[in-house]
Nanobody, 124 residues
Framework: QVQLVESGGGLVQAGDSLRLSCAAS????????MGWFRQAPGKEREFVAAITRNAGNTDYADSVKGRFTIPGDNAKNTVYLQMNSLKPEDTAVYYCAAAAQTSYSRRAGAYAYWGQGTQVTVSS
């Protein structure tokens, strides 16, 4: 199995950029579909972005498309979430997750492994 540790959250202003890191240990992240999810207070956890295993195709929620990217570094066994042009509505706890099944899915329930989360706060 894989263990995931997120880092890089913080308090930024609207329009700023931030990069979150998800360090994987135990197995290489390329063996999994890797996803980023977020949960704002009082709201359900929602899909943000993902990179599929092996082929490395990327997928983004409409709300972040064009602003966020999900690059990976095989040498560091780390997946990132590069967030640009941040908005106050991006404020949430961000989670990294890994899914081992063959088929790709955006559903949070498809991801068996989760990090502890990192807080991102965007002030207006």
């Amino acid at each position: 199995q894989v263990q995931l540790v997120e880092s890089g959250g913080g308090l930024v202003q609207a329009g700023d950029s931030l990069r979150l890191s998800c360090a994987a240990s135990g197995r290489t992240f390329s063996s999994y579909h890797m996803g980023w999810f977020r949960q704002a207070p009082g709201k359900e956890r929602e899909f943000v972005a993902a990179i599929t295993r092996n082929a490395g195709n990327t997928d983004y929620a409409d709300s972040v498309k064009g602003r966020f990217t999900i690059p990976g570094d095989n040498a560091k066994n780390t997946v990132y979430l590069q967030m640009n042009s941040l908005k106050p509505e991006d404020t949430a706890v961000y989670y990294c997750a890994a899914a081992a099944q063959t088929s790709y899915s955006r559903r949070a329930g498809a991801y068996a492994y989760w990090g502890q989360g990192t807080q991102v706060t965007v002030s207006s």
